[in-house]
């Protein structure tokens, strides 16, 4: 099946710090997705990028979805302690009309800012 | 609005016993998928409902996963027998049909934490 190869595996800042992450693939998506999990709650989405080459911020996060629909990125600039958390990456293919399929999923990066 | 909700948030059962997970997916949504995280790995995908049809199930493990959505509102996930390695947090998503809408990014419930001992 379609894998996602998410790096790095972790990262340990200093806040105030940039982070950058990325998520390449070997197969094409039609969506790629950010998502940041924190402890005992379910992933939310960051950000959603619909079109090759596309860069969209949400606020200190700016990610983009790669030209050749097989990679994205995210940065994170002037990090905070609020930050911490595991950051997944995630691609989606249609199913056609109107219906988008299954997430598959980066391994995710942890995130650790220290004050 | 509120948002997907999932039912238990812990479950702790021995090896051969059957545990059945709920979800709740957000009001209006007709898809709805089920994920599941093992210890430290990817999220990986179960299963994609459409209302209450299964529109995709070929990330369930195998014959003792059942999932059912009917009415397409609520879904659950039973697991019978449950063995060691079905341990891991489950969760579910749902999002709108359709782009039109111009909303299908899926939204997560905080999922269930299985442990089978």
């Known amino acids: 099946g379609q894998q996602l190869n998410q790096s790095p595996q972790s990262m340990f800042i200093q806040e105030g710090e940039d982070v950058s992450m990325n998520c390449t693939s070997s197969s094409i998506f039609n969506t790629w997705l950010w998502y940041k999990q924190d402890p005992g709650e379910g992933p939310v989405l960051l950000i959603a990028l619909y079109k090759a080459g596309e860069l969209t911020s949400n606020g200190r996060l700016t990610a983009q979805f790669g030209i050749t629909r097989k990679d994205s990125f995210l940065n994170i600039s002037a990090s905070i302690p609020s930050d911490v958390g595991i950051y997944f990456c995630?691609?989606?293919?249609?199913?056609?009309?109107?219906?988008?399929?299954?997430?598959?999923f980066g391994q995710g990066t942890i995130l650790t800012v220290h004050p | 609005e509120a948002g997907v909700t999932q039912f238990p948030s812990h479950s702790v059962i021995e090896k051969g016993q059957t545990v059945t997970l709920r979800c709740d997916p957000i009001s209006g949504h007709d898809n709805l998928y089920w994920y599941r995280r093992v210890m430290g790995k990817e999220i990986k995908f179960l299963l994609h409902?459409?209302?209450?049809?299964?529109?995709?199930e070929s990330g369930m493990p195998n014959n003792r996963f059942l999932a059912e959505r009917t009415g397409g509102t609520y879904s659950t996930l039973k697991v019978q027998p449950a063995e060691l390695e079905d341990s891991g947090v489950y969760f579910c998503a749902s999002s709108h049909l359709g782009r039109a809408s111009g909303r299908y990014e899926q939204y997560f419930g905080p999922g269930t934490r299985l442990t089978v001992t």
């Open positions: 409902f459409v209302k209450e049809s299964k529109q995709d």
């Open positions: 995630a691609g989606q293919l249609s199913v056609g009309g109107t219906s988008y399929g299954k997430l598959t």
